[in-house]
């Protein structure tokens, strides 16, 4: 790989750019604002004893928090809901996928052989709240559950603008909406309107005015789970009714997913480095970094590391050859280039 890197950086390097007779484009690219920032983190730290340590609290807490789980559901399903949700927000629904899926399954063939009565009977955030979660579960729920919540002339009632906890929960489930789904078009709408209101009054607790700001900028439907894990953990943590041990899991659990990202981002960055490309081919983007968090979005979890550590590069080499056909090659260069790669002969690199 290092002789077919040289080889071609021979091609495109500055003694081409001096021919009189090459006219090259460039896209002014912006160096990688990262510099060698990642280069010091190494796998070795993982096995110190504190980290030993640390993977045995994570185990313990893990335990306690499956026992919630999966203890009966109560008939109204709000305390499992809500529970399944910080979980999830957490970002530690990786952890209990089976058991969350029986739950959830639990509550759905509840309702459905209740067609989905008492559903019209709670109040607008747990009816929302029960909603989302089933719909990210893949379950099919109706649209009709909030059907309660409209006033004669078959809108949405404005007095549910005072219950700003209910809003924000049917602004979230609103995100789940299929086409042909009115009342959820209506719903997003209508609680944008009034959400904005809540942000610009100021009258409401200050955690939920955050958590109103930031879900208007990012939904939860189309948020990146760290990120989200990130922001939520302190939110929760002003919740009166938090509970501790999920808490103290879920602080945990980030700090240790964090330094594993990090580690894999010592690696990638060295190999990076060593391939000199910043240097080779300064028309391309430097953005090794961004590809990784690229592909956090899809693989966060521990056991995806080489699918994270693969797909990085491949993106990062991607990204270059990109680079090449849409800025910097001639049409001469890219056509020999496409049809060496398609030949897939090594001797066309000579």
């Known amino acids: ?88 927000r957490l970002g530690l629904s990786y952890h209990f996928e089976d058991e969350i899926e029986t739950i959830l399954k639990q509550i759905y063939n509840f309702c459905k052989s209740h067609n989905h009565q008492e559903a019209t009977d709670d109040d607008l955030y747990t009816v929302a709240l029960r909603f989302r979660l089933l719909r990210q579960q893949g379950y099919h729920v109706s649209c009709n559950v909030f059907d309660n919540f409209k006033n004669e002339e078959g809108k949405l009632d404005e007095t549910l603008a005072n219950d700003v906890r209910g809003m924000l929960s049917l602004y979230e489930a609103s995100f789940l909406r299929v086409h042909g789904e009115d009342i959820l078009d209506e719903a997003i ?46 939110i929760y ?12 899991f879920a602080k945990l659990d980030f700090n240790l997913l964090q330094k594993i990202h990090q580690e894999e981002l010592g690696h990638i960055a060295r190999w990076w480095k060593e391939l000199d490309f910043a240097r080779k081919l300064p028309f391309a983007r430097d953005r090794v970094i961004e590809c990784y968090f690229w592909i956090m979005g899809v693989y966060f979890e521990p056991q995806y590391a080489f699918a994270r550590r693969t797909l990085t590069k491949i993106i990062a080499m991607t990204s270059i050859i990109d680079d090449i056909y849409d800025v910097y090659g001639t049409l001469e260069e890219v056509e020999l280039f496409t049809e060496a790669a398609e030949r897939w002969d090594i001797s066309a690199i000579d």
Do not use: C
């Not at 943590?237 to 103290?248: E, G, R």
């Open 1 to 88: 790989m290092s002789g077919q890197v040289m080889a071609f950086s021979s091609l495109t390097s500055n003694d081409v750019t001096k021919q009189p007779d090459v006219n090259r484009r460039s896209a002014n690219f912006h160096p990688s604002i990262w510099g060698d920032r990642f280069l010091s983190f190494t796998y070795n730290s993982m096995g110190t004893a504190n980290n030993r340590e640390l993977n045995k609290k994570i185990l313990e807490l893990k335990e306690e928090v499956r026992k919630m789980i999966v203890a009966p559901v109560d008939e109204n399903h709000s305390e499992k809901l809500d529970l399944i949700d910080a979980i999830q």
């Open 237 to 248: 943590q002003q919740d009166p009714s938090h509970n501790k041990v999920l808490l103290t």
């Open 189 to 234: 709408a209508f609680t944008i309107s009034h959400l904005k209101t809540v942000v610009l009054t100021n009258l409401s607790p200050t955690s939920l005015i955050d958590q109103v700001a930031h879900a208007l900028k990012q939904p939860i439907r189309k948020g990146l789970t760290r990120l989200e894990a990130r922001h939520y953990i302190p």
